[in-house]
Structures are given as C-alpha cells and as structure tokens.
Antibody
Framework: QVQLVQSGAEVKQPGASVKVSCRAS????????MHWVRQAPGQGLEWMGWINPKNGGTYYPQKFQGRITMTRDTSITTVYLELSRLESDDTALYYC?????????WGQGTLVTVAS | DVVVTQSPDSLAVSLGERATINCKSS????????????LAWFQHKPGQPPKLLLY???TRESGVPDRFSGSGSGTDFTLTISSLQAEDVAVYYC?????????FGQGTRVEIK
C-alpha cells in the first residue's frame, strides 16, 4: 500500500531554514508528482508547489519563489521541501501529497514552529 | 490564479439531517476532452492529514460512505452529506486541480446542532 512518511517536528528561529522530508513507498516513485501543502494554525490549506520525481522539475507559486526548494533522491524514494528565511507566519503543519491528478495519499504532516 | 470560494464558512446540522456545502470557482473546471470536472473534496480532522472524499467532482473515493455525494459542473459544485453522523464533524475543503497553481477553498466547518 502507498505510504508517505514525513520527518519529525522542527523548531527554528526566524531567518533560519528548514528541510522536511517525505519518504514514499508502495508505488513507482518516479511515476507521480509530489505536492506540498501547508496549514497554519487556525487557517486553511495552502498549496506550496510540486516536484516531478522523474526529472526533478519543480513549480512554485509566486508567493514562495526565491525561498522554497523542492528536491528528490530517487535512490531512497524521498522528496524534500526546504524553506528559507523563515518567519513566524511559516509556523504550520506541512504535508506532502502524491498526485494522481487529485491527492489520494498524504503524509502524516510535519509541524514546523518558527519562534525566537 | 483561480479563486475557489466555499459557502457557508460554518454549518451546524442535527444528527441524521442533510448538510450541503457549496464551492464556486472563478474559472470553469470542466475539461472537454474527457468530460470531467477537475474538482476534489477533502475532509480534514485535527491531528490527521486531509482525507480525499470525492474527485472529478462526483466520484467517491474507495471506502467513503455513500452518504457523501458531489454534484455540479463548470464553476459551481456541491458536497452533500445526506444524513450527518457524529464522525462527520470536520472541516471540508474543495480544491481545483485543473489549473496551476492549485487552489483550495477556504474551508467549511461542519458541527452538530
């Protein structure tokens, strides 16, 4: 069965960077795009972009361009989300989601807290 | 960017009664080549990842109870819970996956009256 297992919670200071991982199993890793979605406390779901695990191609919405990087390591079927120049507004639960047009499978979420 | 707007923001329904959530897209989500609407519905409970309920606006995901149904086409869509159960208390989101960037509605909180 498909599983997406994310790395553990992180606490970061403002201005720092964070890197969250999402390890995939149960399907052919390079056949499906991986997306990232976040939810800040009390807020809705916010889409952060996608990565094509086959060739490493990415798409980021304008809001995050310049401080977001998605990468992948096909040898360990893992994708990564790195967000730099963190601010308090980046405190959120971050999810990876496997795309088959729609999101059938999600990671369990990684809490990133930005605080001084 | 395509704007997706849900209504209402919150909803209180008695157990066993019907709950209806609306979702409106600023652009059509209908793909002529396959006659499908690229809209999904998710249920989100605290401490859990979102759960896919419906895709292509009305196709129920495997294992989702048949009290959940979706309808609509183009720009206007509806999620209906035909007989609300206690376990349906959650926030519900619609999401369009026709256009990039993908966009979610703001969410609708469903509670028991």
């Amino acid at each position: 069965q498909v599983q997406l297992v994310q790395s553990g919670a992180e606490v970061k200071q403002p201005g720092a960077s964070v890197k969250v991982s999402c390890r995939a199993s149960g399907y052919t890793f390079t056949d499906y795009y991986m997306h990232w979605v976040r939810q800040a406390p009390g807020q809705g779901l916010e889409w952060m972009g996608w990565i094509n695990p086959k060739n490493g191609g990415t798409y980021y919405p304008q809001k995050f361009q310049g401080r977001i990087t998605m990468t992948r390591d096909t040898s360990i079927t893992t994708v990564y989300l790195e967000l730099s120049r963190l601010e308090s507004d980046d405190t959120a639960l971050y999810y990876c989601a496997k795309e088959a047009d729609f999101y059938q499978n999600w990671g369990q979420g990684t809490l990133v807290t930005v605080a001084s | 960017d395509v704007v997706v707007t849900q209504s209402p923001d919150s909803l209180a329904v008695s157990l066993g009664e019907r709950a209806t959530i609306n979702c409106k897209s600023s652009q059509s989500l209908f793909y002529n080549s396959n006659n499908k609407n690229y809209l999904a519905w998710f249920q989100h409970k605290p401490g859990q990842p979102p759960k896919l309920l419906l895709y292509y606006s009305s196709t129920r995901e495997s294992g989702v109870p048949d009290r959940f149904s979706g309808s609509g086409s183009g720009t206007d869509f509806t999620l209906t819970i035909s007989s609300l159960q206690a376990e349906d208390v959650a926030v519900y989101y619609c999401q369009q996956y026709y256009y990039t960037p993908r966009t979610f509605g703001q969410g609708t909180r469903v509670e028991i009256k």
